[in-house]
């Protein structure tokens, strides 16, 4: 059974920084990418980050360049967010979901097919 585990979350102050973990259950990440997404109450869903399963290749949304960081430990089968210097505007609940896009539809939830619970992240200014 395909699981995503989605953690980390919290209350930060602006400028702080968290690391947001997605453990995967009933797949590899050699075989399936990864990407975060973020939704803020009244706002569309939108990409945050992706990693691809076979090359490692890492994308990020302009509003988290030089910001954030995906990374992925194979041996636990986990994908990471770290997120420094975080701001108020990046409150939202982050969700993981598995995918294979190709490189330009990244940002696509359709091109996505499971999802994690999502973990709330809250920047106080």
């Known amino acids: 059974e395909v699981q995503l585990q989605a953690s980390g979350g919290g209350l930060v102050q602006a400028g702080g920084s968290l690391r947001l973990s997605c453990a995967a259950s009933?797949?590899?990440?050699?075989?399936?990418?990864i990407g975060w997404f973020r939704q803020a109450p009244g706002k569309e869903r939108e990409g945050v980050s992706y990693?691809?399963?076979?090359?490692?290749?890492?994308y990020y949304a302009d509003s988290v360049k030089g910001r954030f960081t995906i990374s992925k430990d194979s041996a636990k089968n986990t994908v990471y967010l770290q997120m420094n210097s975080l701001k108020p505007e990046d409150t939202a609940n982050y969700y993981c979901?598995?995918?294979?896009?190709?490189?330009?539809?990244?940002?696509?939830?359709?091109?996505?097919?499971?999802w994690g619970q999502g973990t709330q992240v809250t920047v106080s200014s």
């Open positions: 990693i691809r399963g076979s090359s490692g290749a890492r």
């Open positions: 979901a598995r995918g294979r896009p190709v490189q330009s539809a990244w940002l696509t939830s359709s091109m996505y097919d499971y």
């Open positions: 009933g797949f590899s990440l050699g075989d399936y990418g």
